[in-house]
């Protein structure tokens, strides 16, 4: 079961600092909050579906084509129902449905869509190492980066473990596939047992590794890897600053992109 | 909460969060497209066996394990976001009440930090525990999913909670499994690894185990409740449930 979502290529975004493109992805998280209506963010979904194929990221958003499919539908369906507008175009009983809502849940749908596309375009381009150093030169402390890249470097052995674990009781006959969804969560439970207890067991061993190699979670440290900030790199954070400083213009001084007022 | 930051400057603890962060991880990804319930917000979380039993046996290295957890989770399904931020928050509460509320949420609580079988009080503390840990995730993930357009609270908040008691009621059995082999055979049970005792019954535990549960029971339950100020409640629901952490 391969895990990873990024992809080996040597585009723009791949040589791009880790800082930037985490900064990057706060800020484009930030200007898609700043409107809710569908024209702004569905021109902001279009301009990150493009930086996607630019960053080689078309394989991760096929791979997620339908929860991307699935969650813009969903949006869109739902939040007509759960929101109010003065235009009304369709009632029965007590269901309602305005102008507004409609647009209002398209919007959604959008922006959803652009989280998701903004996410898989850091994942893709983006290694977790890269990630981990990253944060750690934003200063983010270092024992919790630490239990961040030492978790996600663990993650492919346990599911490897699991597996072996589930091949093995499917072989003496468990049956997994079949029944409904409760049966099927009731008998992931006994592989759980045996996934917990081997998975538990590394933490005594790794612990005594890491002592026994003077490891102490408030010392100072150097790094082999240290990332660097490049002119372009300041490019970019400028570029998507100005880009927050409009968007939030717009929003609140403009009231520009705005179908529901009180919501964001 | 003083053990939550403490914990940090302690290497085993350190591991734990990062092993229990895996486990967690692994499940999740795992999973994460098999039964949907809303695409890329929740799906049936198989995971979810592990919250209070992670919560309970590591502590405070079981919150912060189940809160990356649930972001690496997302990083790897694909879904990550805004809202994995509020993914944090609220898996790392499923693990910060079950081992804050063991000895403090009176008259529900057990009288000594250990898990019995046969002892009622174990189970009353367990049972209560889990469904007002899964309310409080379910109002803090449900509200900042709400006010960020993801999807309605009144929708996302009931799924949340539901998809947790199941999962922390079919998780007794893993708790059961396992507490023997992690308190003696390996000695990771987190009082041990710290070497505290945790809050036991004190007026001050009592008070925040009980602000705790009345802020995550008005939440779930405001949206039940026609003529109500929904909103005012469910906002009012989060600081009480941030308040009583912050006392625990």
Redesign the interface.
């Known amino acids: 079961?391969n895990?990873?979502?990024y992809s080996d290529d040597k585009t723009w975004l791949h040589s791009l600092d880790p800082r930037t493109k985490l900064f990057g992805t706060t800020i484009v998280?930030i200007v898609c909050?700043c409107f809710?209506h569908p024209l702004h963010t569905g021109a902001i979904a279009l301009c990150m579906f493009a930086l996607a194929l630019s960053a080689g990221a078309q394989k991760?958003i096929w791979?997620?084509r339908?929860?991307?499919l699935?969650?813009f539908l969903?949006?869109a369906m739902?939040?007509p129902f759960?929101t109010s507008g003065k235009t009304i175009v369709w009632t029965w009983k007590s269901l309602k449905l305005t102008r507004e809502s409609i647009l209002y849940g398209l919007?959604?749908g959008f922006?959803?869509s652009t989280?998701?596309i903004?996410?898989?375009i850091?994942?893709a381009t983006t290694k977790n190492e890269e990630i981990t150093d990253g944060l750690i030169k934003m200063k983010i402390?270092y024992?919790?980066a630490?239990?961040?890249s030492?978790?996600?470097r663990?993650?492919p052995?346990?599911?490897k473990a699991?597996a072996t674990i589930v091949q093995a009781q499917v072989s003496r006959g468990l049956d997994l596939e079949s029944r409904n969804?409760?049966s099927r969560?009731?008998k992931?439970?006994p592989l759980?047992?045996p996934?917990?207890?081997s998975?538990?067991?590394?933490?005594?061993l790794?612990?005594m590794a890491?002592?026994s190699r003077g490891?102490?979670?408030?010392m100072q440290r150097t790094f082999f890897y240290e990332p660097t900030m490049t002119k372009r790199d300041w490019i970019i954070l400028y570029f998507l600053a100005a880009l927050l400083f409009i968007s939030l213009y717009m929003r609140i001084i403009l009231n520009m992109g705005v179908v529901m007022p009180g919501?964001? | 909460m003083r053990y939550a930051f403490l914990m940090w400057n302690n290497t085993r603890m350190i591991v734990l969060v990062a092993v229990s962060a895996a486990i967690y991880a692994a499940a999740l990804a795992a999973f994460k497209t098999a039964i949907p319930l809303i695409p890329g917000i929740t799906e049936v979380r198989v995971a979810g066996i592990f919250l209070m039993t992670f919560g309970f046996l590591f502590g405070p290295a079981g919150a912060w394990g189940l809160g990356i957890g649930n972001v690496i989770g997302d990083l790897l399904g694909g879904t990550l976001g805004p809202a994995s931020i509020a993914g944090f928050f609220g898996n790392f509460l499923l693990g910060y009440l079950p081992y804050t509320m063991w000895l403090t949420f009176f008259p529900f609580a057990e009288t000594s930090y250990e898990w019995n079988a046969k002892n009622p009080r174990s189970w009353s503390a367990y049972i209560s525990i889990n469904v007002i840990s899964s309310f409080a995730c379910a109002v803090t993930i449900g509200l900042m999913v709400d006010a960020l357009g993801f999807v309605p609270y009144a929708v996302v908040s009931r799924i949340i909670a539901i998809n947790n008691i199941i999962g922390n009621f079919l998780g007794v059995i893993l708790l059961i499994a396992v507490y023997d082999v992690t308190k003696n055979q390996l000695g990771l049970l987190w009082i041990d690894v710290m070497r505290v005792k945790p809050v036991g019954l004190s007026v001050r535990g009592i008070c925040g185990a009980w602000i705790i549960a009345i802020g995550s029971i008005a939440g779930i339950c405001a949206g039940f409740i026609p003529g109500l100020p929904t909103t005012a409640i469910i906002w009012s629901s989060l600081m009480l449930i941030i308040l009583g952490s912050l006392i625990l």
């Open positions: 079961m895990l990873s979502i998280f909050l809710n991760a791979k997620l339908y929860i991307i699935m969650l969903f949006s739902l939040w759960f919007a959604m922006r959803l989280f998701v903004t996410g898989l850091l994942m402390p024992p919790l630490f239990a961040f030492t978790a996600l663990l993650v052995t346990f599911v699991g969804i409760i969560f009731g992931f439970i759980a047992v996934m917990f207890i998975a538990i067991r590394y933490t005594n790794l612990a890491l002592e490891f102490s979670p408030d919501r964001i």
